[in-house]
C-alpha cells in the first residue's frame, strides 16, 4: 500500500553505524493521492535520527528495489519497500496513506 507524509521509516546502517529511525516529512509530487494526502515517490524527504548522537538529518528516498507504479517518471514508494538511498537501504514502516488503496504490484 503507497505511503504519505508522517510515514515511519529505518535507514540500515545509520549515520554512525546503528540504523536510523525517521519519518517522510515531505513528498515530492502532488498528482497522486489518496484520502487527500500525496503519495510518497522517490524523492520524497525523510527526517532521520541519528541513534548514537540524536543529530536529526535530512536525506532523500531512492528508487524501490522493486518498483510498482509510476506517477510523473517517480516510483511510488509502498509499505515494507526496501530503497536504497544515500549510505544505506531506507525501509518504509507505515502506516499507509488510505487503508483502501493498493497498486497491485509487488
Do not use: E, H, W
Not at 528508487?63 to 526496501?82: E, L
Amino acid at each position: 500500500m503507497p505511503v504519505s507524509v508522517g510515514c515511519a521509516v529505518i535507514i540500515t546502517p545509520g549515520a554512525a553505524g546503528p540504523p536510523d529511525s525517521g519519518v517522510i516529512v515531505a513528498v515530492t509530487q502532488a498528482t497522486a493521492t489518496a484520502g487527500g494526502m500525496p503519495l510518497a515517490v522517490q524523492g520524497s524527504m525523510c527526517q532521520f535520527v541519528n541513534s548514537v548522537t540524536g543529530v536529526p538529518y535530512p536525506l532523500p528516498i531512492g528508487a524501490p528495489v522493486v518498483p510498482g507504479i509510476k506517477v510523473d517518471g517517480m516510483a511510488v514508494i509502498r509499505m515494507g519497500d526496501m530503497c536504497p538511498s544515500g549510505p544505506g537501504i531506507v525501509q518504509v514502516l507505515g502506516p499507509p496513506a488510505a487503508p483502501y488503496v493498493n497498486d497491485g504490484s509487488g
